[in-house]
T-cell receptor, first 115, second 109 residues
Framework: DAGVTQSPTHLIKTRGQQVTLRCSPK?????VSWYQQALGQGPQFIFQ???????QRGNFPDRFSGHQFPNYSSELNVNALLLGDSALYLC??????????????FGQGTRLTVV | AQRVTQPEKLLSVFKGAPVELKCNYS??????LFWYVQYSRQRLQLLLR??SRESIKGFTADLNKGETSFHLKKPFAQEEDSAMYYC???????????FGSGTKLNVKP
């Protein structure tokens, strides 16, 4: 099991462009959460997907959107990139069950640089 | 609003010394508290969860609701404990974590 995999590992974009980041959850997991980690800060929750729907959202503008596919993989899209969007984007997967959600596993992240 | 504070950005100790990484939180309800660790060039991974009340790699953490704290402790630090440590709060299981800004622990030989 490769665990949570994210692609690409690094990305450089220009202000105003759009970007798509991808995440494959750990085998058996059905829930994907996305976090933004700016330099020197802890991860900040962007949103969570379960059953192909956005279930929870953090304090991020509508420029940040996502999608979850039937195979549970997920994409994070950011439109009209700003310099301040430069950060490490982390994906975390978990499994929802009747007793609650299992431990969340994190990917290695995608380092996005906006120039 | 929920907030997690880790007052120390960097903590340096010698091998064999006790370690305490501080974490304070603000939330009026009953949150779940976690410690995550990130070793060099590795991904973020769960170290401790308060409801499990386990000792992992010699680390323990006690939730003090009166002081709204969840400090991480180890009686004798090892060089392999050097890493970035994040305290996190969740309102429901592993959903929607609120992370602190992290403390870098450096254990010197």
């Amino acid at each position: 099991d490769a665990g949570v995999t994210q692609s690409p590992t690094h990305l450089i974009k220009t202000r105003g462009q759009q970007v798509t980041l991808r995440c494959s959850p750990k085998s058996g997991h059905d829930t994907v959460s996305w976090y933004q980690q700016a330099l020197g800060q802890g991860p900040q929750f962007i949103f969570q997907y379960y059953e192909e729907e956005e279930r929870q959202r953090g304090n991020f503008p509508d420029r940040f959107s996502g999608h979850q596919f039937p195979n549970y993989s997920s994409e994070l899209n950011v439109n009209a990139l700003l310099l301040g969007d430069s950060a490490l984007y982390l994906c975390a997967s978990s499994l929802r069950g009747r007793g609650g959600t299992t431990e969340a596993f994190f990917g290695q992240g995608t380092r996005l640089t906006v120039v | 609003a929920q907030r997690v504070t880790q007052p120390e950005k960097l903590l340096s100790v010698f091998k064999g010394a006790p370690v305490e990484l501080k974490c304070n939180y603000s939330y009026s309800g009953s949150p779940e508290l976690f410690w995550y660790v990130q070793y060099s060039r590795q991904r973020l991974q769960l170290l401790l969860r308060h409801i499990s009340r386990e000792s992992i790699k010699g680390f323990t953490a006690d939730l003090n609701k009166g002081e709204t704290s969840f400090h991480l402790k180890k009686p004798f630090a090892q060089e392999e404990d050097s890493a970035m440590y994040y305290c996190a709060l969740s309102l429901y299981n592993f959903n929607k974590f609120y992370f602190g800004s992290g403390t870098k622990l450096n254990v010197k030989p």
